[in-house]
């Protein structure tokens, strides 16, 4: 591969992965900086959950480029295998969303009846026997409501599958790459990293919580935060979940092998530490969902610091003042929903700067 790629993606993670893949698949040739080894950082700590209609049933913004996005899944992680060669688990087998007040239960309802407008395949349980033919271990509940088209993706494999993928395109990945400036170099961009120098056409910043810190000269801050998520892995002696279930202040992703119960979301800076209050506070309400979970094994925490922006919505888009510059960050705790969605505009923004992109997502409302 040249030393003067034509495009370099700062951040290995779930997304500048997607990217990387979806840019080689072109032509392009591509080199991915990271500091860590790929999908290290938020992405590892990642339930993986793909459910617009959950994290948008109060934001239809979100509602819509989030189900947007998994109107993609489908061929996106198609593509990722064939490329690769590797298996990535991936489930749309729907996700049941429980109430245990009849205050949630009327949200449900309410919910439902909106998806149903929107010709969205959703199915309300509002008996303790419907919803225990849905999911039997969970403890009883006032209403579910199972939405179909949901599902979910195991991201540990997605990544690796996708830094594979791109890598049979002929991307190059260097890990240990600490980016410590940006800097215009005529009508190109200067990546500046601890140990080399890199020039390039485009720069795409898929940095997360830590694009912030990124030093881009002549350029205001770029605004993300952390913000800090733990996960646990369990795994149940016997049975399991059918699919993935959200109760009150949880979330729990069953996989063959494993549960993944989720997640904090605590605003500590750059704090990265597993904690007693985090985990106590996981596993009292996984256990209050799932009354068996008492007995299940303690595989790991996990801890991801998610990258939020001032509105909660990604930032993605080329900067005004520097065009060779791309965003495509800040997307919070649906990296994994909006990937596809992500680097499919991303591509098209590399092929032609004036692409279009959401209103609600472009770099442009923070006058970068």
């Not at 700590?45 to 049933?57: D, R």
């Not at 026997?129 to 195991?154: F, M």
């Not at 190059?172 to 601890?194: G, I, K, N």
Request: with cysteine.
């Amino acid at each position: 591969m040249s030393s003067h790629p034509d495009v370099i993606v700062v951040g290995a993670g779930l997304i500048g992965c997607a990217i990387a893949h979806a840019l080689s698949r072109t032509g392009a040739s591509v080199l991915v900086l990271d500091a860590a080894a790929p999908g290290s950082g938020a992405s590892q700590a990642s339930g993986g959950m793909l459910c617009p209609h959950i994290e948008g049933a109060h934001d239809p913004v979100l509602a819509q480029i989030g189900a947007d996005s998994l109107g993609r899944y489908e061929a996106f992680v198609q593509r990722v295998r064939s490329d690769s060669g590797m298996d990535v688990p991936y489930v749309r087998n729907g996700t049941l969303q429980v109430a245990d007040t009849e205050e949630g239960a009327e949200e449900l309802r309410t919910l439902a009846s909106t998806l149903h407008a929107q010709g969205v395949p959703c199915h309300l349980a509002g008996t303790e026997a419907e919803i225990r033919e849905l999911e039997p271990l969970i403890r009883p509940q006032s209403a579910g409501l199972l939405i179909e088209s949901h599902g979910a993706v195991r991201i540990r494999d997605l990544v690796e599958a996708l830094r594979h993928a791109a890598l049979h395109q002929g991307a190059r990945f260097l890990s240990s790459e600490r980016v410590e400036r940006l800097a215009p170099e005529d009508r190109r961009l200067s990546v500046q990293t601890h140990a080399h120098t890199f020039i390039a056409p485009h720069v795409i910043v898929t940095a997360g919580a830590w694009a912030m810190q990124l030093p881009v000269e002549g350029h205001p801050m770029i605004p993300t935060h952390p913000v800090r998520g733990q996960l646990l892995r369990l795994q149940m002696a016997s049975g399991g979940l059918r699919r993935v279930t959200w109760g009150n202040g949880v979330y729990l992703v069953p996989w063959a092998d494993e549960l993944l119960v989720g997640a904090t979301a605590e605003k500590v800076g750059f704090d990265a530490r597993a904690t007693v209050a985090g985990v106590m506070q996981l596993c009292t309400a996984a256990q209050g969902l799932v009354p068996a979970l008492h007995e299940a094994s303690f595989t790991e925490v996990r801890v991801g610091l998610r990258p939020g922006s001032p509105d909660g919505y990604p930032i993605i888009g080329a900067s005004r003042r520097l065009p060779s510059l791309v965003f495509a960050t800040g997307h919070y705790r649906n990296g994994a929903l909006l990937a596809p969605l992500t680097a499919d505009l991303v591509t098209d923004i590399v092929r032609s700067p004036s692409a279009p992109v959401p209103p609600a997502l472009a770099a442009s409302r923070f006058d970068l």
